[in-house]
Nanobody, 121 residues
Protein backbone atom coordinates (compact mmCIF):
# COMPACT_ATOMS: atom_id res chain seq x y z
CA UNK A 1 0.00 0.00 0.00
CA UNK A 2 2.40 2.59 -1.31
CA UNK A 3 1.30 5.71 -3.13
CA UNK A 4 3.28 8.42 -4.87
CA UNK A 5 1.88 11.94 -5.17
CA UNK A 6 3.46 14.32 -7.67
CA UNK A 7 3.17 18.06 -8.02
CA UNK A 8 4.83 20.95 -9.82
CA UNK A 9 4.14 20.26 -13.48
CA UNK A 10 2.84 22.93 -15.79
CA UNK A 11 3.53 25.19 -18.73
CA UNK A 12 6.67 27.32 -18.96
CA UNK A 13 8.58 29.24 -21.59
CA UNK A 14 11.90 28.02 -22.94
CA UNK A 15 14.67 29.02 -20.58
CA UNK A 16 12.39 28.91 -17.58
CA UNK A 17 12.35 26.63 -14.57
CA UNK A 18 10.06 24.15 -12.89
CA UNK A 19 10.36 22.17 -9.69
CA UNK A 20 8.73 18.76 -9.54
CA UNK A 21 7.99 17.15 -6.20
CA UNK A 22 7.01 13.61 -5.34
CA UNK A 23 6.12 12.17 -1.95
CA UNK A 24 5.82 8.46 -1.24
CA UNK A 25 3.50 7.36 1.52
CA UNK A 26 2.23 4.15 3.04
CA UNK A 27 3.89 1.28 4.87
CA UNK A 28 7.45 2.25 3.96
CA UNK A 29 10.56 1.70 6.01
CA UNK A 30 13.12 2.40 3.28
CA UNK A 31 13.47 3.20 -0.41
CA UNK A 32 16.66 2.21 -2.22
CA UNK A 33 16.42 4.86 -4.92
CA UNK A 34 14.03 7.43 -6.27
CA UNK A 35 13.89 8.55 -9.86
CA UNK A 36 12.16 10.63 -12.48
CA UNK A 37 11.27 9.27 -15.89
CA UNK A 38 9.59 11.02 -18.80
CA UNK A 39 7.74 10.06 -21.93
CA UNK A 40 7.22 12.39 -24.86
CA UNK A 41 4.51 11.81 -27.47
CA UNK A 42 5.51 9.00 -29.81
CA UNK A 43 8.65 8.19 -27.84
CA UNK A 44 9.66 5.54 -25.33
CA UNK A 45 9.80 6.30 -21.63
CA UNK A 46 13.31 7.31 -20.58
CA UNK A 47 15.17 7.81 -17.34
CA UNK A 48 15.72 11.48 -16.57
CA UNK A 49 17.46 11.29 -13.20
CA UNK A 50 17.94 8.86 -10.35
CA UNK A 51 19.17 9.28 -6.80
CA UNK A 52 20.32 6.72 -4.26
CA UNK A 53 21.93 9.26 -1.95
CA UNK A 54 23.06 12.84 -2.12
CA UNK A 55 26.42 11.67 -3.47
CA UNK A 56 25.10 8.98 -5.77
CA UNK A 57 23.05 10.35 -8.65
CA UNK A 58 22.85 9.91 -12.38
CA UNK A 59 21.27 11.91 -15.17
CA UNK A 60 20.36 11.51 -18.79
CA UNK A 61 22.92 13.23 -20.98
CA UNK A 62 20.23 15.51 -22.35
CA UNK A 63 19.56 17.08 -18.93
CA UNK A 64 23.02 17.15 -17.35
CA UNK A 65 23.87 20.58 -16.06
CA UNK A 66 20.26 21.73 -16.27
CA UNK A 67 18.36 19.41 -13.92
CA UNK A 68 19.14 18.50 -10.32
CA UNK A 69 17.64 15.67 -8.31
CA UNK A 70 17.52 15.52 -4.53
CA UNK A 71 15.73 13.48 -1.88
CA UNK A 72 14.66 13.66 1.73
CA UNK A 73 14.74 10.15 3.16
CA UNK A 74 12.89 11.11 6.33
CA UNK A 75 9.97 12.42 4.29
CA UNK A 76 10.28 9.90 1.43
CA UNK A 77 10.28 12.72 -1.06
CA UNK A 78 12.22 13.41 -4.23
CA UNK A 79 12.66 16.73 -6.02
CA UNK A 80 13.57 17.45 -9.61
CA UNK A 81 14.70 21.02 -10.14
CA UNK A 82 14.54 21.77 -13.85
CA UNK A 83 16.32 24.85 -15.15
CA UNK A 84 17.01 26.20 -18.63
CA UNK A 85 14.08 24.24 -19.96
CA UNK A 86 13.88 23.46 -23.66
CA UNK A 87 10.89 22.56 -25.83
CA UNK A 88 12.31 19.05 -26.18
CA UNK A 89 11.84 18.61 -22.42
CA UNK A 90 8.10 18.54 -23.02
CA UNK A 91 6.79 15.20 -21.76
CA UNK A 92 4.81 13.46 -19.08
CA UNK A 93 7.11 13.08 -16.10
CA UNK A 94 6.77 10.07 -13.80
CA UNK A 95 8.11 9.66 -10.29
CA UNK A 96 9.37 6.25 -9.20
CA UNK A 97 10.28 4.73 -5.85
CA UNK A 98 12.62 1.83 -6.45
CA UNK A 99 13.27 -1.00 -4.04
CA UNK A 100 10.61 -0.11 -1.48
CA UNK A 101 10.90 -2.00 1.81
CA UNK A 102 8.11 -2.36 4.34
CA UNK A 103 8.95 -3.84 7.74
CA UNK A 104 11.40 -6.41 6.42
CA UNK A 105 9.52 -7.18 3.22
CA UNK A 106 10.55 -6.13 -0.27
CA UNK A 107 7.58 -4.47 -1.93
CA UNK A 108 9.30 -3.63 -5.20
CA UNK A 109 8.89 -0.53 -7.31
CA UNK A 110 6.09 2.02 -7.33
CA UNK A 111 5.17 4.73 -9.81
CA UNK A 112 3.35 8.01 -9.71
CA UNK A 113 0.51 8.90 -12.01
CA UNK A 114 2.57 11.26 -14.14
CA UNK A 115 2.52 15.03 -14.48
CA UNK A 116 2.60 17.04 -17.69
CA UNK A 117 5.48 19.41 -18.36
CA UNK A 118 5.14 21.61 -21.42
CA UNK A 119 7.85 24.01 -22.56
CA UNK A 120 6.95 26.55 -25.22
CA UNK A 121 9.47 28.01 -27.64
Amino acid sequence: QVQLVESGGGLVQAGGSLRLSCAASGSITSIYAMAWYRQAPGKQRELVARIISGTNTNYADSVKGRFAISRDNAKNTVILQMNSLKPEDTAVYYCAALGVMSYGLMRGDYWGQGTQVTVSA
